[in-house]
């Protein structure tokens, strides 16, 4: 396993240092948000330099259309926002959408397996600090989670849900990482367990189900028995965690579908624009359910709902068909290519994504994000079979 590209292709230096740029971006995407921006404002900066220095076209796959009419459809919320400033600022999110482009142009080939391989490896590490917070720092109840570098525990336990989709594709379709993804997935599963965050745990399950059910359907006999050692081996605090996301009593999960109910009726009064970005906190007061715990919430702790309610149901009808694509895209590679792994990582990813995003809304967090455009972008990237014709400074599209 090395972590350091292959570049000896005649590669220019810009084009070297875009590549490393965007290694560096994606290494410290797990440990600082405000480093991670920096390096993928760097990052740009090469992808443009070089769009203009080889007079390219800037290409991407076909996913990322819908992507920038769901972009699109935001802007139109901002008009109608409730508060436009507000809205207008949070809708910058929207400009992190040019990963895909950046990581399609710069990990083609072999380097999309490098870029994976730096996400494993810093995920892992990342996953060593949280086990360390919980058995050492006493960041061991619901006061105080392992958060490992990032500022929320929410946040950490979906970037390990991410990595925990890559490294189990890896382990389970990549002969060459296997080894590697094999030593890294006990700690990365670990560390999800001590977060005590039921959504995560219940949607890195069903991601690693989606990978067992792709390489071979008779390895879904295996997942009762796994589920079984879990129960017996993990401390009680964690398994009662678990099982509370069954208990009506529990005031989160009566939360949870006050503020579904609550959603609905924003999104009667609101179907088409919606209330605007970040405005669902400051009317929830006004459409809070008789049955909800919580005088406030910043949002509704729910995909497609948040998305509706603040952006309107076009806007939601542009993320659906976002995934669509996505998923059609990925499972096409994952039947026709030779190195299957990459579209694996990406099918689970996207179903740890929306498990995970039932019961928060990780669409619209900044780190989880910008990691889960890069896994569904690299399996293209690594597809990608275009040259580049000096004549007239273009890349065709010729990617299987």
Request: charged share 15%; proline share 6%; glycine share 8%.
């Amino acid at each position: 396993m090395s972590l350091l590209p292959d570049v000896d292709d005649g590669s220019s230096t810009l084009e070297i240092a875009a590549l490393y740029s965007l290694l560096a971006f994606v290494a410290v995407l797990p440990v600082s948000i405000a480093a991670s921006q920096v390096l993928l404002t760097i990052t740009l900066g090469c992808w443009i330099a070089l769009l203009v220095t080889q007079r390219e076209r800037p290409t991407a796959p076909p996913f990322f259309g819908a992507l920038l009419g769901y972009a699109m459809l935001t802007m139109v919320s901002v008009l109608f926002s409730l508060d436009r400033g507000i809205s207008i600022v949070d809708s910058k999110e929207v400009l992190l959408f040019l990963v895909v482009p950046v990581v399609f142009r710069l990990a083609r080939g072999p380097r999309a397996q490098t870029v994976a391989t730096v996400i494993v490896t810093v995920g892992a590490a990342t996953a060593v600090f949280g086990i360390v917070q919980y058995s050492i720092l006493e960041y061991d109840n619901l006061g105080q989670r392992p958060s490992g570098s990032m500022g929320h525990y929410m946040t950490y336990s979906g970037l390990l849900t991410l990595v925990i989709a890559l490294a189990g594709a890896r382990a389970l379709f990549d002969r060459r990482e296997r080894i590697w993804s094999l030593l890294a997935l006990p700690a990365l599963l670990a560390a999800l367990a001590v977060t005590l965050t039921r959504g995560y745990m219940i949607g890195a399950a069903a991601a690693i189900g989606v990978l067992c059910v792709l390489r071979d359907f008779r390895l879904v006999v295996v997942a009762p028995m796994v589920a079984a050692l879990f129960v017996v081996v993990a401390p009680p605090q964690i398994t009662a965690r678990l099982y509370s996301s069954f208990d009506m009593a529990d005031p989160t999960v009566r939360d949870r579908f006050a503020m579904g109910r609550s959603g609905i009726r924003i999104i009667g009064d609101h179907p088409l624009t919606g209330v605007g970005p970040d405005m669902v906190k400051e009317v929830y007061p006004d459409y809070r359910d008789p049955g909800a715990v919580q005088d406030e919430n910043p949002h509704l702790h729910n995909v497609p709902l948040q998305i509706a309610a603040e952006r309107g149901l076009p806007a939601l009808g542009a993320w659906l068909l976002f995934l669509a694509m996505v998923l059609r895209d990925l499972y096409r590679r994952l039947r026709s290519e030779a190195n299957p792994a990459l579209a694996a990582a990406g099918l689970a990813a996207v179903v740890g994504m929306l498990t995970g995003g039932l019961f928060e809304y990780n669409f619209g967090d900044s780190e989880f994000l910008m990691l889960f455009l890069v896994l569904m972008t690299l399996p293209a990237a690594a597809a990608y079979q275009g040259t580049v014709d000096p004549s007239v400074g273009s890349h065709p599209e010729k990617s299987t």
